[in-house]
């Protein structure tokens, strides 16, 4: 089965650090590039990063840039989120997903279960 | 606020047809495919089409996707119960060098 299982969440200070894990199982992880999404509570869905499949290419939204690092280990077929400096408004529930390919991109077709990140003091 | 534009919500009586649009520029949909992601209540978003007007295997033909200059739209015909969920477009950005998600809309099922 194709899956992706997340761990790595849980409560932080501002100004803390929190590194997410994205393991995934069933498909050929190192031919894929992956993505992480976030969700802010009842708010919409937003990007955060994302990485080729030999970490070529690494992008990031603007408000995420210089704070969170991803990164992949195609040997242990997971997939990583270092974030630094947290603030409030990085409470979210967070998702890894991976980038379909049929020949060409098929958009985010896998997603972890989600894991939740509250940054409080 | 999001760099694509979605209605908040929209609505529908069982079987109706109700769609979805997204607008956006030429940065994002005017250059890019347009995805669109279902997320029911409590789960992780599922991909519901690509490039443009693609359906993913599993995905019922009542779902259809169009494109138009810098806007797209999400078709749902023969609605029911269990289509009701948020949806979002997404296209990737050029001048992000990013994803770009659509706001979201909350589609009630009435």
């Known amino acids: 089965e194709v899956q992706l299982v997340q761990s790595g969440g849980g409560l932080v200070k501002p100004g803390g650090s929190l590194r997410l894990s994205c393991a995934a199982s069933?498909?050929?992880?190192?031919?894929?590039?992956m993505h992480w999404v976030r969700q802010a509570p009842g708010k919409g869905l937003e990007w955060v990063s994302s990485i080729t499949s030999s970490s070529n290419h690494i992008y990031y939204a603007d408000s995420m840039m210089g704070r969170f690092t991803i990164s992949r280990d195609n040997a242990k077929n997971s997939l990583y989120l270092q974030m630094n400096s947290l603030r409030a408004e990085d409470t979210a529930v967070y998702y890894c997903?991976?980038?379909?390919?049929?020949?060409?991109?098929?958009?985010?077709?896998?997603w972890g279960q989600g894991t939740t990140v509250t940054v409080s003091s | 606020q999001s760099v694509l534009t979605q209605p908040p919500s929209a609505s529908g009586t069982p079987g109706q047809r109700v769609t979805i649009s997204c607008s956006g520029s030429s940065s994002n949909i005017g250059n890019n495919y347009v995805y669109w992601y279902q997320q029911l209540p409590g789960t992780a978003p599922r991909l519901l089409i690509y490039?443009?007007?693609q359906r993913p295997s599993g995905v019922p033909d009542r779902f259809s996707g169009s494109k138009s200059g810098t806007s797209a739209s999400l078709a749902i015909s023969g609605l029911r119960s269990e289509d009701e969920a948020d949806y979002y477009c997404?296209?990737?950005?050029?001048?992000?060098?990013?994803?770009?998600f659509g706001g979201g809309t909350k589609l009630t099922v009435l």
């Open positions: 997903a991976r980038e379909g390919f049929s020949g060409y991109e098929i958009g985010l077709d896998v």
């Open positions: 069933g498909f050929m992880f190192s031919g894929f590039s």
């Open positions: 997404a296209a990737w950005d050029d001048s992000l060098s990013g994803l770009a």
């Open positions: 490039r443009n007007n």
